[in-house]
């Protein structure tokens, strides 16, 4: 008995504090829906100062793991060296590299007239021209990894005369040749007695540097041969071409986000079209379409917000935030739908309730719901900040954010458009003109009933939609019904 004496002071307590602040969103609606407008475009405009992280590697490993911290002091102790004595084995990450797989269409590929186009092919990328930002000419050799003050591309060993002469004899050595390992220059090989009698696959793999002064050239170099190698026929002289460069993948991943904007958008306008026809009840006066389409703005605006004020804070955005405002319009929508189901119940009260009594009940019931999911929603994205992942923590960052900023609007902008919305409905003004209705009574004998005139609603019948009441009922009936007891 304590502990529910306990519930139902709380409950009154924070019925009273919620219905209090109703009553006073019901006294000033448009100065809410200024400062909620105002205060998300500020917010808004830290999307200006956006940043994105798009390191595969730095984005899916656990943050600050005791492996990244033994590289960290590996690099440190021993520096980059990758522009005078690169040796591929000192690599303490993939490091910064293009590549290109040559596949024989005719089943083996050690063959000179092969060896020949690939050469081809290899002389193309080392004169692959690109400018860096002061619009200076720069080639693969700008940018390469050396050794010995030569460019280290590994796998240029198979233009060496003495492997062409080891071609014309079938002598060339496997796994070594000439004491270089040559295991990661072909593929699909047939090996027998320490000789190499056919693959299909040779790989070649420029090798960049890594100082950071060379960063933004080199990361210009990929972009160069990414473009060139697409304008190269992919197929030729019996030979398929595949390519890549060290931040293929994370380019890949970071381009589907252009894709994901234009889905959004659809996204959005079929909210908008679901909304507006579930609220809908076809009555001039009642229809509550615009008040949905408030709802869906609300939810927009908060993740537009949202990004803003994490961005500014210095969050990085990760591709995963890309599924964000896909929840918060789910989640947004749903808080909608509940605030008007709250005011659909208080015409079952009283008919003729003062706009500020009722919007002051509908945060009484409504309200509190609303809220108490808001809060299980930020607490749950509030624990996930403390991944050790980052593209979970930031995501976490951004979402809870927004599921924030969701619900103040919904508080704000909303209730305001809806005491907005019952002060029409009050007036039995058109719900689009906004211009006086006539009693619908007097206009059914001159045709004029649709579209023309209406009546106030009187019970929760008159204000919801043919989407609002029949499911409910048939539900109601499905639930009772024996088989769904068992289920």
């Known amino acids: 008995m304590g502990c529910l004496s306990c519930y139902d002071k709380i409950d009154r307590v924070t019925g009273r504090l919620f219905g209090q602040y109703g009553a006073f969103v019901?006294?000033?609606?448009?100065?809410?829906?200024?400062?909620?407008?105002?205060?998300?475009?500020?917010?808004?405009?830290?999307?200006?100062?956006?940043?994105?992280?798009?390191?595969?590697?730095?984005?899916?490993?656990?943050?600050?793991?005791?492996?990244?911290?033994?590289?960290t002091k590996v690099q440190t102790l021993f520096g980059d060296v990758s522009a005078k004595n690169f040796y591929p084995q000192s690599?303490?990450?993939t490091g910064s590299h293009g590549d290109i797989i040559f596949q024989s269409t005719d089943g083996c590929i050690i063959?000179?007239?092969?060896?020949?186009?690939?050469?081809?092919?290899?002389?193309?990328?080392?004169n692959i021209t690109f400018a860096d930002k002061n619009n200076n000419k720069l080639r693969y050799s700008d940018v390469c990894a050396k050794r010995n003050g030569y460019c280290f591309?590994?796998?240029?060993?198979?233009?060496?005369?003495?492997?062409?002469?080891?071609?014309?004899?079938?002598?060339?050595?496997?796994?070594?040749?000439?004491?270089?390992?040559?295991?990661?220059?072909?593929?699909?090989?047939?090996?027998?007695?320490?000789?190499?009698?056919?693959?299909?696959?040779?790989?070649?793999?420029?090798?960049?540097?890594?100082?950071?002064?060379?960063?933004?050239?080199?990361?210009?170099?990929?972009?160069?041969?990414?473009?060139?190698?697409?304008?190269?026929?992919?197929?030729?002289?019996?030979?398929?071409?595949?390519?890549?460069h060290s931040n293929s993948l994370s380019d890949e991943i970071s381009s589907n986000l252009d894709d994901d904007i234009?889905?959004?958008?659809?996204?959005?306008?079929?909210?908008?079209?679901?909304?507006?026809?579930?609220?809908?009840?076809?009555?001039?006066?009642?229809?509550?379409?615009?008040?949905?389409?408030?709802?869906?703005?609300?939810t927009l605006l908060s993740i537009l917000g949202s990004i803003g004020l994490v961005s500014s804070c210095h969050v990085k955005f990760v591709t995963i935030v890309g599924v964000m405002p896909f929840l918060i319009l789910g989640i947004g929508v749903d808080d909608m739908f509940?605030?008007?189901?709250?005011?659909?119940?208080?015409?079952?009260?009283?008919?003729?309730?003062?706009?500020?009594?009722?919007?002051?009940?509908?945060?009484?019931?409504?309200?509190?719901?609303?809220?108490?999911?808001?809060?299980?929603?930020?607490?749950?994205?509030?624990?996930?900040?403390?991944?050790?992942?980052?593209?979970?923590?930031?995501?976490?960052?951004?979402?809870?954010?927004?599921?924030?900023?969701?619900y103040l609007n919904y508080v704000t902008l909303f209730m305001a458009c809806m005491t907005l919305h019952e002060q029409r409905v009050a007036e039995g003004k058109h719900c689009c003109s906004n211009k006086k209705v006539k009693i619908e009574k007097e206009e059914i004998d001159k045709g004029k009933s649709i579209m023309c005139s209406g009546a106030k609603p009187m019970c929760r019948e008159d204000i919801e939609g043919p989407m609002e009441k029949y499911p409910q009922k048939f539900i109601a009936k499905i639930v009772l019904m024996k088989p769904a007891k068992v289920v």
């Open 26 to 71: 019901a006294r000033n609606p448009w100065t809410l829906i200024a400062i909620s407008l105002i205060g998300n475009v500020l917010l808004g405009l830290g999307v200006t100062r956006i940043e994105i992280e798009d390191d595969i590697e730095l984005l899916y490993t656990p943050y600050n793991s005791q492996s990244s911290q033994d590289r």
């Open 91 to 93: 690599q303490t990450g």
């Open 111 to 126: 063959s000179l007239s092969h060896i020949s186009h690939i050469k081809t092919m290899y002389d193309k990328v080392l």
């Open 153 to 244: 591309v590994t796998g240029d060993i198979i233009f060496t005369p003495s492997f062409k002469l080891s071609i014309l004899s079938n002598n060339i050595t496997y796994p070594l040749f000439e004491n270089v390992s040559v295991k990661e220059i072909f593929g699909n090989v047939e090996v027998e007695n320490g000789t190499l009698h056919n693959a299909t696959l040779i790989k070649l793999r420029f090798n960049l540097r890594e100082d950071a002064k060379s960063i933004e050239n080199v990361k210009l170099w990929m972009k160069s041969f990414l473009a060139q190698m697409k304008t190269m026929p992919a197929s030729r002289s019996k030979t398929e071409i595949i390519f890549a």
């Open 262 to 298: 234009l889905l959004f958008a659809l996204t959005f306008v079929f909210i908008i079209l679901y909304a507006s026809f579930a609220t809908a009840n076809w009555k001039c006066i009642s229809d509550k379409q615009n008040l949905a389409k408030a709802g869906v703005l609300a």
């Open 338 to 406: 509940v605030l008007l189901s709250g005011l659909a119940e208080t015409y079952d009260e009283s008919p003729k309730m003062e706009i500020e009594e009722r919007i002051s009940n509908v945060m009484k019931s409504s309200g509190v719901g609303i809220t108490i999911t808001t809060l299980t929603d930020i607490i749950a994205f509030f624990v996930g900040t403390s991944s050790s992942f980052l593209s979970v923590k930031n995501f976490c960052i951004f979402t809870g954010a927004a599921v924030l900023l969701c």
